[in-house]
């Protein structure tokens, strides 16, 4: 098909718009999120060129030290596809 990369983003919690203050942005707690680490696991099996890029990993919900093995395993699992 062409693609060189996809890029994922994430929110672990999602935003209510009926909050104190409230909500406009473009995406709700209704929203889906793909788990990008796992995501790209599961796009590294099915494919051989394509490239994974985070765009945006919210750390502060994650632990730190899990988030990098996870992404490093990523990295060599993939043959050097995740992009740093």
Same mark, same amino acid.
């Given at each position: 098909?062409? +693609?060189?990369?996809? @890029?994922?983003?994430?929110?672990?919690?999602? =935003?209510?718009?009926?909050?104190?203050?409230?909500?406009? &942005?473009?995406?709700?707690?209704?929203?889906? +999120?793909?788990?990008? @680490?796992?995501?790209?696991?599961?796009?590294? =099996?099915?494919?051989?060129?394509?490239?994974?890029?985070? &765009?945006?990993?919210?750390?502060?919900?994650?632990?730190?030290?899990?988030?990098?093995?996870?992404?490093?395993?990523?990295?060599?699992?993939?043959?050097?596809?995740?992009?740093?």
């Amino acid at each position: 098909m062409g +693609f060189t990369h996809v @890029l994922a983003y994430d929110h672990v919690l999602g =935003a209510n718009p009926d909050r104190p203050g409230g909500w406009s &942005g473009r995406y709700t707690y209704e929203d889906p +999120f793909h788990e990008p @680490l796992l995501l790209f696991g599961y796009m590294a =099996a099915v494919t051989t060129m394509l490239e994974f890029i985070t &765009g945006i990993l919210i750390l502060p919900q994650r632990q730190t030290a899990l988030v990098a093995n996870q992404a490093a395993t990523l990295d060599i699992l993939s043959g050097g596809r995740l992009r740093r």
